[in-house]
């Protein structure tokens, strides 16, 4: 029993000397009040202030600003199509050139391809009579030579 009391005393004792919960809860009350007190009009103040400007622009600045906002996207929605236009046009001039090209180099090429083959078809003529004519000059010389 003596032992409780003692453990009884020692946790009082530890309570008081470490146990500070109480004493920093009045801390912070007390704080919280007097910054409140002393910040709350200052805060009003600006919040008042905020809203003064914002309604002062509001019905000063922006009805010209969406005005002029209004101009300026309508000229450059303006110039935009003009240039995609231009764009357009120098597309279609480009692959009208290109197409131009490409169908004179085909043109060129067949034209080159049928000179190709008639003179591939003149030499070969040529190789058949040289080839003919040692055929009878062959014929001939196994003639006379049998003979």
Not at 35 to 42: L, N, S
Not at 123 to 146: F, G, Q, Y
């Amino acid at each position: 029993m003596a032992f409780d009391l003692v453990f009884k005393d020692l946790g009082e004792l530890e309570s008081r000397l470490f146990d500070h919960r109480p004493i920093l809860q009045g801390d912070i009350h007390y704080f919280l009040r007097e910054f409140e007190d002393k910040r709350g009009h200052r805060d009003m103040i600006t919040l008042e202030k905020c809203t003064e400007e914002v309604s002062l622009m509001q019905d000063l600045y922006l009805p010209g600003c969406l005005q002029q906002a209004e101009i300026c996207l309508t000229d450059i929605a303006a110039k935009t199509n003009m240039a995609t236009q231009m764009c357009e046009r120098i597309c279609t001039k480009e692959h009208k050139t290109q197409t131009d090209y490409l169908q004179d180099r085909r043109a060129k090429r067949g034209q080159e391809w049928v000179d190709f083959m008639t003179e591939q078809y003149k030499k070969s003529a040529e190789v058949d009579k040289k080839h003919e004519a040692e055929i009878n000059a062959l014929k001939s010389i196994l003639d006379k030579s049998l003979s």
